[in-house]
């Protein structure tokens, strides 16, 4: 039988925990856990590309049908493995000069130019670019090729250190984003992706965040878009210098790389770095090496070149850190080893202070009789307090009213129990072994046991906030409130922003409360401030000053 906290249990620890925010410890600790999980998830990643090697690789495969898989592969390879992707791209180029498909053939030299892009080989991706021949393009692929194009100048003028080179390749990159917001839909992730770039350029933070959730709201953890928008997001709170809230997406965004085996990625080397100069050096450490051994296994020469460049400063300042707790732990030793001798040396003197103290008893008698001549000032100090007892009488009454309540909810969950344990005996002595196995495999128990806590919770908290469902709509788009079913009190939005309410505001705690996970509290919690009509970032604030 599962046990679950009780509506009044949770307001004690409510009582008793301290409030601080422990979001961004959490993200640390769910993203170490993805670290640990790197080497399964590495298989898994194999796994799903020999699938469609096998394929690729049988004799039975007809020629158009190896193009495509070749430019599944490479798919599969271009953010994981640099040469993987490469050999496939090859290969997808050859079978699109088989087939003699013009179409095939600009779709693989397109997402060869992409990959080469990505890996910093600039030269030969805008050679391949412009061998191309735009007239033969459809409509989508002049997309994905000025999407290349404008990538390419993108990361020239941002690597080059020649004035004029870097001004030339502003003015190229300039020019194909007003292309691309000329033939791109005005609702797609592209076209939102440059408008939001632009409004970072032009430091409207405001803006940029509005498009940001916009785009937020389509994408998932694990993919590379979400790493790429939760990227995006913490460079608003870079320029505002909210290092917090800058590492936690930057979190977010390394966490969704590792769950997607997405090895060309730069969201950890930079959270690394963040966390050197905030002078976290042990994490920082970790994360460098993790993002090093990442850029080594995808073979991305600029991703090694640009985590070169802090890897020896974190590791220098890891080194000293270590050098340095040696030579405290030695200073400890002595200091503690000092200490044991004038402990020892206290003690003689303590012995010899009892000794002192045996005598002075004897003198107590006298003292016992000035306390009587007291004893008339003790009792106007009585009459004192009966009053003040009286006055905790009433108080003690509504905690017996709770506690009663908490008694009660002890005791049904020990009836059940006991005869859970009665039943699995009976079970046992029948020898019906597969029946009980298959009793206590059945998730329906802990359904309705967390069922009746809800509607325990539910109940205490609106019968302590009866209007706080419509206190929280209030703060929110009126187009767009929180609808609850025709049965249920609260819903899960609800009950994330009652515990806030209640100083809960550590998602870690909350998913354990509510057995959902961190990210999904998170993504909740994101997805009711997009609503908010106040400063989204003071939501929580205001929810707390309900029932005031």
């Known amino acids: 039988m599962i046990k679950f906290f009780t509506p009044l249990l949770l307001l004690l620890i409510v009582s008793f925990n301290s409030l601080g925010n422990n979001e961004l410890d959490s993200l640390y600790k769910e993203l170490d856990a993805v670290i640990a999980q790197r080497p399964q998830l590495e298989i898994q990643k194999n796994k799903d590309i020999d699938k469609f090697r096998y394929v690729l690789e049988s004799d039975t495969t007809a020629l158009r049908e190896k193009y495509f898989l070749a430019m599944e592969i490479f798919k599969l390879y271009e953010v994981f ?40 080989i600039y030269l030969e991706s805008e050679e391949i670019l412009s061998s191309i021949d735009k007239s033969t393009l459809n409509n989508s692929q002049l997309i994905f090729y000025n999407l290349v194009f ?38 797609s992730d592209e076209y939102l992706e440059i408008k939001e770039i632009q409004a970072l350029d032009g430091m409207d933070i405001t803006e940029a965040r509005r498009i940001n959730a916009l785009r937020f709201s389509r994408t998932q953890l694990g993919r590379r878009e979400y790493s790429k928008i939760t990227f995006l997001h913490s460079i608003t709170y870079a320029f505002e210098k909210d ?17 997607g085996s997405i090895k060309d990625n730069a969201s950890l080397s930079i959270l690394a770095s963040e966390l050197y100069k905030n002078g976290d050096i042990e994490r920082a450490y970790k994360y460098i090496n993790i993002s090093y051994e990442d850029a080594k296994f995808y073979n991305s020469d600029l991703r090694k070149i640009q985590i070169a460049d802090i890897l020896p400063l974190i590791s220098k300042s890891y080194e000293d850190r270590l050098v340095e707790q040696k030579s405290s732990l030695q200073v400890f030793i002595i200091v503690t080893s000092f200490l044991s001798i004038i402990l020892i040396i206290a003690t003689f003197f303590i012995w010899r202070q009892v000794k002192s103290i045996q005598k002075a008893r004897n003198k107590s008698v006298e003292v016992n009789e000035q306390l009587k001549n007291s004893n008339s000032e003790l009792i106007t100090a009585n009459d004192q307090l009966k009053k003040l007892h009286s006055d905790l009488s009433k108080t003690n009454h509504v905690k017996e009213v709770y506690i009663g309540e908490f008694l009660k909810i002890c005791s049904d969950y020990i009836d059940k129990l006991e005869s ?28 309705v046991e967390m069922k009746q806590f809800y509607k325990n919770f539910d109940e205490t908290f609106l019968n302590i906030y009866p209007d706080f469902v419509k206190e929280v709509n209030k703060l929110l788009d009126p187009s767009d409130p929180i609808k609850l079913k025709a049965k249920d009190l609260l819903n899960t939005e609800l009950r994330i922003f ?20 961190v990210t999904t509290i998170y993504n909740y919690r994101v997805k009711i401030k997009n609503k908010a009509i106040v400063d989204r970032d003071r939501l929580e604030d205001y929810v707390m000053k309900i029932g005031e």
Do not use: W
């Not at 290092?243 to 769950?259: E, F, G, P, T, V």
């Not at 505001?505 to 959902?516: C, F, H, Q, R, V």
């Open 81 to 120: 493995e640099f040469y993987g992707a490469l050999h496939f791209i090859n290969e997808a180029i050859k079978f699109s000069k088989e087939l003699d498909e013009i179409k095939l053939i600009n779709e693989s030299h397109i997402n060869l130019a992409s990959l080469l892009t990505r890996a910093g």
């Open 150 to 187: 404008k990538e390419l100048y993108y990361q020239l003028s941002f690597y080059t250190r020649v004035r004029h080179l870097k001004e030339e390749y502003q003015k190229k990159y300039q020019e194909y984003c007003k292309i691309l917001l000329e033939i791109l839909p005005e609702n």
């Open 420 to 447: 859970q344990a009665m039943h699995t005996q009976k079970m046992l002595i029948g020898r019906k072994y597969g029946l009980l196995l298959d009793e206590i495999k059945n998730q329906d128990i802990r359904k």
């Open 498 to 517: 009652a515990l806030v309410r209640l100083g809960i505001s550590d998602s870690a705690k909350i998913s354990k409360l509510l057995g959902n996970s």
């Open 243 to 259: 290092l917090d809230n800058q590492k936690k997406y930057l979190a977010l965004s390394a966490i969704s790389d590792l769950k």
